[in-house]
């Protein structure tokens, strides 16, 4: 069994940023991939942004230039650094990871942050 605790989201004012972290414990050989999803209200669960254990990322347009997602290996921990942040970024933030345990791999969810974006 795998955990991921969330944790940075908040109220911001637009404008303004936010350090996302997830950190994965439990059992694993590894952790293929880790990324941000978000649902806003009334909408379907998106992908913000993913990184894969060579440090590849892919982001959404939405977040394009202004979010960075990065991971710290030996902590098993991944980061969405958002900035510029604007009300339609405002959302529940869930983290995920796809970890190995011997041959299989294994998909696993946060709890989810609130971030709010409001003056």
């Known amino acids: 069994q795998v955990q991921l605790v969330e944790s940075g989201g908040g109220l911001v004012q637009p404008g303004g940023s936010l350090r996302l972290s997830c950190a994965a414990s439990?059992?694993?050989?590894?952790?293929?991939?880790m990324a941000w999803h978000r649902q806003a209200p009334g909408k379907q669960r998106e992908l913000v942004a993913r990184?894969?254990?060579?440090?590849?990322?892919i982001y959404a347009d939405s977040a394009k230039g202004r979010f960075t997602i990065s991971r710290d290996n030996a902590k098993n921990t991944v980061y969405l650094q958002m900035n510029s942040l604007k009300p339609e970024d405002t959302a529940i933030y869930y983290c995920?990871?796809?970890?190995?345990?011997?041959?299989?791999?294994?998909?696993?969810w946060g709890q989810g942050t609130q971030v709010t974006v409001s003056s």
């Open positions: 990184i894969i254990s060579g440090e590849s990322t």
């Open positions: 995920y990871s796809e970890v190995v345990v011997g041959q299989l791999s294994y998909q696993y």
């Open positions: 439990g059992t694993f050989s590894s952790i293929k991939a």
